[in-house]
């Protein structure tokens, strides 16, 4: 088995060793095993002076095997294996395409040569599962390209191209495209003499400069509370200190204490929640994606120029319909600025954003949306107004043309029976800001088909947002939750808590924001009536006196002229007096319990929404509250997190709120089962 995952071919004096275990060449056991053995052999074969080390695929080695954490791994460990490689007495060279990610990258460290494509990617992702590098890549990096650059690579886990890593030393040489192999042996053929063999292990200590303070000072922020960028923090320190052997040692322990730890487990179960939002296999037999080539968005609004960012920003040439020019105006207004500050942010480079900018095609005539693929609608969110430009849309988009709508929570069918191709029609619900966040739900209505849904999907990948399949229900899954939450934080409010206290305990737990920054974010007056006479909930009280939100200078809170918001004596007044009207009395109200009453109803909430079939898996209901709403994905997403709280404690905690308890989540704390358990339904 060990030999067919690991090649050997013999190219004058270059043995080629050719790694192939798809999907992404994870350094399963398998793949360790047979590079050890071929490694060993090579180091004894007097036929071989050199060593070239390529994958075959779409990509270089893509990490370890992330199915294999939490679990006792089998020898040989990929350390070893680096190790091996790091000291076989012939010049080993990585030969890199596609994505050389994690213990991918540290099997290159650990070679002699390092040689790239022009497409490939690099990157240490690792933090992102909450571990660190843990095959010596925080103690050959800082070696190789120094403290800063290291860090920056190890914590923030983002990917770099061929340019930047040529630049700052991680690969010495680059391929033609479709060249890789031969100039891999070529770079062999001319290093098999030469002597000493460059190890990395073999330089001196890194010195730090005071890097590591630097750049604590500039994100202490981001990573304070994280276990895994504070660790690879501590590990690089070590390797500007201690031999190298020891740093091995350090990070090894480090890496061990992280894999055992609870955010790691939150992280790596959200690593295969997201990619299970992706699998729609069970979909109808036989259907398949369509191509899409232009996309038409109708609405210029905030929601519309975004989701029109959104596809400009990966290269879709997109036709942007408004009513009036001055609509429309703005709205190109808003995207200019939204690619801008891609660019500005080094998200774009200059050529795409150059490239997105010439790709938007704004139009006053509907027609002009006859050859788009997928239409999506971003207009107001009125069923009369939704229905009509359906109606409009079924008569100027061609046929196999789908239409979507952005719709937060109106009824997809109802918008469908307003065209003559309900199959066709669905929700793409984008999340604010759409260029942004990650998240779309893929709403289906009851006869949308199964290939628009996997066009959806497909097109989702493409702009690289992950998308998750809701069903048609109000709010879907995403704002089903939220407005469950709104309603018992608004409870809250009501029993004398401050809406600041609230939020507190929401941000201190991870939240970006709390429920009442949120809403006066969003806009304290979304779905107001509109009448300040008429006085029937705290909205209303709150509107009647201006107070709608961020865009009025107030809200829950007064803001400054730069948006910064703070406790508002008048919002409290109007709080207090509306409670008092409602005679519900006043008490203090502890962190614990607003935890309790706002979190626990979220999960009682997502568990009917699995119950009723709107969330095709459990596991859904956590990709869409981390992905479109926040929620910290050290842990896991509310129904991770759930389980990990203990459904026993959460029912009875509802039940001593008085508040309602699904009857499926009820069940499952009676039976013991966890809610992300796979074999129980109900
Ligand atoms: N281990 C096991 N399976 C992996 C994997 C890994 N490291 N990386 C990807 N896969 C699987 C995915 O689960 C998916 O499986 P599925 O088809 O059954 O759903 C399949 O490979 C394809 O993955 P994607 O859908 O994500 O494909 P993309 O083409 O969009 O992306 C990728 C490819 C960029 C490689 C992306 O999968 C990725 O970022 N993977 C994670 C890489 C990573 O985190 N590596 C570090 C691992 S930790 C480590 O190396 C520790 C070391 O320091 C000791």
Not at 156 to 170: D, H, K, T, V, Y
Not at 194 to 205: D, F, G, H
Not at 228 to 243: D, G, K, Y
Not at 427 to 455: C, D, N, W
């Amino acid at each position: 088995m060990n030999d067919r995952v690991v090649t050997r071919e013999i190219h004058g004096q270059v043995l080629v060793l050719t790694a192939d275990f798809p999907p992404v060449n994870a350094l399963g056991h398998p793949v360790r095993a047979g590079l050890l053995a071929a490694v060993e052999d090579a180091a004894n074969d007097d036929a071989v002076d050199a060593v070239v080390l390529i994958c075959a695929g779409r990509t270089f080695f893509a990490g370890a095997d992330i199915s294999e954490f939490g679990k006792p791994r089998a020898e040989p460990t990929l350390s070893r294996v680096c190790a091996a490689i790091e000291a076989c007495p012939k010049p080993v060279v990585a030969a890199m395409h596609g994505t050389a990610l994690g213990g991918g990258l540290e099997i290159a460290l650990a070679c002699h040569y390092r040689i790239a494509v022009p497409s490939a990617r690099f990157g240490l992702p690792e933090v992102k599962i909450g571990l660190l590098p843990g095959a010596g890549g925080t103690q050959r990096l800082p070696r190789l390209i120094g403290v800063a650059t290291a860090i920056e690579l190890i914590v923030s886990a983002e990917q770099i191209g061929e340019n930047r890593a040529a630049s700052i030393g991680l690969i010495d040489r680059t391929a033609d495209e479709g060249k890789l192999l031969q100039g891999a042996i070529d770079l062999a053929s001319e290093k098999a003499y030469v002597r000493p063999i460059p190890r990395i292990c073999e330089r001196a200590n890194p010195t730090d400069g005071g890097a590591i303070e630097r750049f604590v000072a500039a994100n202490g922020r981001k990573i304070r509370g994280l276990d895994a960028p504070n660790a690879a923090l501590r590990a690089v320190r070590a390797a500007t200190e201690l031999e190298f052997g020891d740093g091995l040692l350090l990070e090894r322990r480090l890496f061990t204490e992280l894999e055992a730890g609870e955010q790691s487990g939150a992280l790596r179960y959200f690593f295969n929640a997201e990619r299970g939002a992706g699998r729609v296999d069970d979909l109808a037999q036989g259907a398949a994606a369509l191509p899409v080539r232009k996309i038409g968005i109708v609405g210029a609004g905030t929601m519309g120029a975004g989701i029109a960012t959104a596809f400009l920003s990966s290269g879709f040439p997109v036709v942007l319909y408004e009513l009036n020019r001055d609509a429309l105006d703005r709205g190109l207004q808003v995207v200019r600025g939204n690619l801008s500050r891609a660019a500005a942010s080094s998200r774009l480079g200059e050529h795409e954003t150059e490239a997105a900018l010439a790709a938007v095609t704004p139009v006053l005539e509907p027609e002009a949306l006859g050859d788009c693929d997928v239409v999506i609608e971003a207009a107001f969110e009125l069923m009369e107004i939704k229905r009509k430009i359906f109606g409009m849309l079924d008569r100027v988009a061609k046929p196999e043309a789908i239409l979507a709508t952005n719709t937060s929570y109106l009824d997809i069918d109802e918008i469908a029976a307003a065209t003559t191709r309900p199959a066709r029609v669905m929700g793409l619900h984008f999340f604010s800001p759409a260029h942004i966040m990650k998240l779309l739900e893929v709403v289906r209505g009851a006869r949308t088909s199964s290939s628009a849904l996997l066009t959806a999907m497909a097109l989702a990948k493409r702009i690289g947002k992950t998308a998750v399949i809701a069903g048609n229900g109000y709010g879907f899954i995403g704002n089903r939750i939220l407005a469950r939450r709104r309603t018992e934080a608004l409870n809250l409010l009501m029993e004398g808590a401050f809406p600041d206290q609230i939020d507190a305990a929401h941000v201190a737990f991870g939240m970006p924001m709390g429920p009442f920054q949120m809403s006066d974010l969003a806009g304290v007056d979304i779905g107001w009536h509109r009448d300040p006479s008429r006085i029937e909930s705290l909205r209303d009280a709150l509107c009647a006196a201006g107070r709608f939100g961020q865009k009025a200078g107030k809200g829950f809170y007064d803001y400054d002229d730069h948006r910064t918001g703070s406790p508002s004596r008048e919002a409290q007044a109007i709080i207090r007096d509306y409670a008092m009207a409602l005679g519900r009395p006043q008490r203090a109200i502890s962190e614990e319990e607003i935890l309790e009453r706002t979190l626990y109803p979220m999960v009682d909430e997502g568990a009917r929404i699995v119950a009723e079939g709107i969330a095709r898996k459990t596991s859904d209901v956590d990709v869409v509250w981390v992905r479109g709403f926040g929620w910290p994905i050290y842990r896991g997403g509310p129904m991770y997190w759930a389980d990990h709280v203990g459904l026993k404690k959460i029912v009875s905690r509802l039940r001593h709120y008085g508040l309602d308890v699904a009857p499926s989540l009820e069940a499952r704390a009676e039976s013991g089962r966890s809610l992300l358990d796979p074999a129980a339904s109900g």
